[in-house]
Protein backbone atom coordinates (compact mmCIF):
# COMPACT_ATOMS: atom_id res chain seq x y z
CA UNK A 1 0.00 0.00 0.00
CA UNK A 2 1.70 3.44 -1.21
CA UNK A 3 0.30 6.76 0.98
CA UNK A 4 1.93 9.71 0.40
CA UNK A 5 0.84 12.56 3.37
CA UNK A 6 1.77 16.30 2.36
CA UNK A 7 1.30 19.04 4.52
CA UNK A 8 0.98 21.50 2.11
CA UNK A 9 0.27 24.79 3.69
CA UNK A 10 -2.44 25.81 1.43
CA UNK A 11 -3.72 24.07 -2.18
CA UNK A 12 -4.15 26.85 -3.85
CA UNK A 13 -0.42 27.38 -4.81
CA UNK A 14 0.25 26.90 -8.44
CA UNK A 15 3.51 24.38 -7.94
CA UNK A 16 0.94 22.26 -5.81
CA UNK A 17 -0.76 20.64 -8.72
CA UNK A 18 2.30 20.01 -10.39
CA UNK A 19 4.01 18.20 -7.51
CA UNK A 20 1.14 16.32 -6.83
CA UNK A 21 1.45 14.95 -10.41
CA UNK A 22 5.12 14.80 -9.86
CA UNK A 23 4.75 12.95 -6.77
CA UNK A 24 2.04 10.83 -8.28
CA UNK A 25 4.24 10.04 -11.24
CA UNK A 26 7.45 8.93 -9.52
CA UNK A 27 5.75 6.82 -6.02
CA UNK A 28 2.42 5.91 -7.35
CA UNK A 29 0.54 6.34 -4.62
CA UNK A 30 -2.49 4.44 -4.45
CA UNK A 31 -4.15 7.15 -1.54
CA UNK A 32 -2.53 10.32 -1.20
CA UNK A 33 -3.60 13.04 2.19
CA UNK A 34 -3.10 16.46 2.02
CA UNK A 35 -2.92 18.77 4.91
CA UNK A 36 -3.59 22.32 6.01
CA UNK A 37 -5.47 22.94 2.15
CA UNK A 38 -6.21 26.45 3.31
CA UNK A 39 -9.52 26.92 1.16
CA UNK A 40 -12.90 26.71 1.18
CA UNK A 41 -15.75 24.46 -0.29
CA UNK A 42 -15.33 26.30 -3.73
CA UNK A 43 -11.84 25.91 -4.28
CA UNK A 44 -11.24 22.89 -3.11
CA UNK A 45 -13.82 21.34 -5.32
CA UNK A 46 -12.07 23.36 -8.26
CA UNK A 47 -8.92 22.05 -7.48
CA UNK A 48 -9.49 18.22 -6.46
CA UNK A 49 -11.04 17.14 -9.51
CA UNK A 50 -7.52 18.63 -11.28
CA UNK A 51 -5.47 16.12 -9.07
CA UNK A 52 -6.24 12.91 -11.14
CA UNK A 53 -7.12 10.75 -8.71
CA UNK A 54 -10.41 8.80 -8.72
CA UNK A 55 -12.04 9.65 -5.84
CA UNK A 56 -11.51 12.28 -3.18
CA UNK A 57 -13.22 14.11 -0.04
CA UNK A 58 -12.50 16.70 1.98
CA UNK A 59 -12.54 18.90 5.59
CA UNK A 60 -12.94 22.35 4.94
CA UNK A 61 -10.26 24.53 7.39
CA UNK A 62 -11.90 26.41 10.44
CA UNK A 63 -10.33 29.72 11.09
CA UNK A 64 -8.82 29.67 8.27
CA UNK A 65 -6.47 26.94 9.69
CA UNK A 66 -6.54 23.36 8.46
CA UNK A 67 -7.89 21.58 6.50
CA UNK A 68 -8.00 18.25 4.99
CA UNK A 69 -8.44 16.09 2.00
CA UNK A 70 -7.90 12.65 0.85
CA UNK A 71 -7.87 11.44 -2.94
CA UNK A 72 -7.77 8.13 -4.01
CA UNK A 73 -8.04 5.70 -6.75
CA UNK A 74 -9.98 2.35 -6.51
CA UNK A 75 -7.73 -1.01 -8.08
CA UNK A 76 -5.98 -2.87 -5.79
CA UNK A 77 -7.70 -1.05 -2.75
CA UNK A 78 -11.36 -0.40 -2.18
CA UNK A 79 -11.63 2.56 -0.01
CA UNK A 80 -14.59 4.09 1.81
CA UNK A 81 -14.56 7.20 4.10
CA UNK A 82 -15.67 6.46 7.45
CA UNK A 83 -15.71 9.67 9.38
CA UNK A 84 -14.85 13.47 8.66
CA UNK A 85 -13.57 15.45 11.57
CA UNK A 86 -12.50 18.82 11.92
CA UNK A 87 -9.24 17.62 12.03
CA UNK A 88 -9.33 13.98 10.60
CA UNK A 89 -10.44 11.97 7.87
CA UNK A 90 -10.96 8.73 8.89
CA UNK A 91 -10.92 5.76 6.07
CA UNK A 92 -11.90 1.87 5.80
CA UNK A 93 -9.16 0.61 3.19
CA UNK A 94 -9.40 -3.10 1.77
CA UNK A 95 -6.27 -4.06 0.27
CA UNK A 96 -7.87 -7.13 -2.87
CA UNK A 97 -4.18 -8.43 -2.68
CA UNK A 98 -3.35 -8.71 1.24
CA UNK A 99 -6.48 -9.67 1.72
CA UNK A 100 -6.47 -6.74 5.28
CA UNK A 101 -8.58 -4.64 5.88
CA UNK A 102 -6.96 -1.26 8.01
CA UNK A 103 -8.20 1.86 8.97
CA UNK A 104 -6.13 4.95 8.32
CA UNK A 105 -6.64 8.34 9.34
CA UNK A 106 -5.49 11.47 8.10
CA UNK A 107 -4.54 14.25 10.83
CA UNK A 108 -3.39 17.72 11.10
CA UNK A 109 -3.89 18.35 14.88
CA UNK A 110 -4.59 21.85 16.17
CA UNK A 111 -1.38 23.79 16.45
CA UNK A 112 -3.03 25.84 19.28
CA UNK A 113 -2.17 24.15 23.17
CA UNK A 114 -5.72 24.76 24.04
CA UNK A 115 -6.93 22.53 21.68
CA UNK A 116 -4.95 19.74 21.81
CA UNK A 117 -6.60 18.32 24.84
CA UNK A 118 -10.38 17.88 22.80
CA UNK A 119 -8.24 16.34 19.83
CA UNK A 120 -6.41 13.74 21.64
CA UNK A 121 -9.66 12.55 23.68
CA UNK A 122 -11.53 12.36 20.39
CA UNK A 123 -8.37 9.66 19.16
CA UNK A 124 -8.71 8.18 22.24
CA UNK A 125 -12.54 7.40 21.82
CA UNK A 126 -11.87 6.17 18.83
CA UNK A 127 -9.34 3.99 19.64
CA UNK A 128 -11.48 2.24 22.30
CA UNK A 129 -13.87 1.09 19.89
CA UNK A 130 -11.95 0.24 16.50
CA UNK A 131 -10.38 -3.66 16.14
CA UNK A 132 -8.84 -3.01 12.77
CA UNK A 133 -5.28 -2.33 12.48
CA UNK A 134 -4.78 1.36 12.63
CA UNK A 135 -2.39 4.00 10.94
CA UNK A 136 -2.77 7.47 12.25
CA UNK A 137 -0.41 9.39 9.54
CA UNK A 138 -0.39 13.76 9.19
CA UNK A 139 0.89 16.19 11.23
CA UNK A 140 0.01 15.75 14.93
CA UNK A 141 1.76 19.51 15.60
CA UNK A 142 3.56 17.72 18.92
CA UNK A 143 7.54 18.71 19.60
CA UNK A 144 9.26 15.76 21.39
CA UNK A 145 11.44 18.55 22.40
CA UNK A 146 11.44 22.71 22.90
CA UNK A 147 14.71 22.42 20.19
CA UNK A 148 12.75 21.49 17.50
CA UNK A 149 10.63 24.24 17.85
CA UNK A 150 11.49 27.63 15.64
CA UNK A 151 10.08 30.70 15.26
CA UNK A 152 8.33 32.18 17.72
CA UNK A 153 8.80 31.09 21.69
CA UNK A 154 10.30 27.97 21.85
CA UNK A 155 8.23 27.00 24.53
CA UNK A 156 7.54 22.43 24.93
CA UNK A 157 4.10 21.27 24.38
CA UNK A 158 2.59 19.94 27.72
CA UNK A 159 0.57 17.92 26.40
CA UNK A 160 2.97 15.91 23.78
CA UNK A 161 1.93 12.42 23.97
CA UNK A 162 4.35 9.24 23.86
CA UNK A 163 3.63 5.87 22.93
CA UNK A 164 1.54 5.04 25.79
CA UNK A 165 -0.87 7.29 25.36
CA UNK A 166 -3.19 4.61 23.54
Known amino acids: MR ?18 FFLKRKHKPQIMFLLETLVNKKNILDILPKMSFEHFEYVEPANHSGGLAVLWDNGVLHTSVLKKEQR ?32 WDQLTQLHHVIDLPWCIIGDLNELENSTEKKGLNGTHSQNSRDSTAF
Open 3 to 20: IISWNVQGTKKTQVLQEI
Open 88 to 119: AIHILVYDTVKKCNPIISGVYAPPQTQDKDQF
